[in-house]
């Protein structure tokens, strides 16, 4: 190759390599906001409301809220359970209907895909799920692929800060990269 063409060459692999930095980081930037601004929904009446694992009673205290609230009269408990209540709670006795779902394994996708079983079998509508905030994201992502109906989302804030909150987030955004590029599916 003489270096005339070389140089032509040279230039349009930076070019193509310049073109794909910009890509990759604004893509980077959309994902890190919608983990540390996510989109949080008004929670309005729905068939069940749906508290995701990973709870350090932040989670269940929202919940509860919106049941007292009148959004539904079913609670769905999702994954291995975190507090003693949820045990009570799966003991039945409440006011409300409280269903228990234990998925193998215990994530996020896992809990997704155990509620749009159960869901389907009670030809539920819509649902809102509860999470913390630097969850929503990819929540509802996970969600909406596997539920056939309208997907809120709703975040209470966690009750942890400095460098676990930092940890929460970015363990959040990879996940989200994960859901959005490589595990598309319910």
Known sequence: MNRRKHVVWMKRVILGLGVAAVVVIIAA??????????????????????????????????????LDGGVSSTLVLAGQPDLAEDVSLCQGGRRFEVVCLRPDPDSTRAEARSTAKVAASRHWKSIVVVTTTTHVS??????????????????AKPPYGGAADRRAKVHEWLGLVYAEVWSRGC
Do not use: M, N, T, Y
């Open 29 to 66: 930037a959309a994902l890190v906001v919608r983990v540390w601004r996510p989109h949080i929904d008004h929670s309005e009446h729905a068939d069940a409301v749906v508290v995701l694992s990973g709870d350090q009673g932040e989670r269940l205290g929202l919940a509860q809220r919106l």
């Open 138 to 155: 990819r929540a509802r992502l996970l969600f909406s692929r596997c539920f056939d109906g309208p997907v809120k989302v709703v975040g």
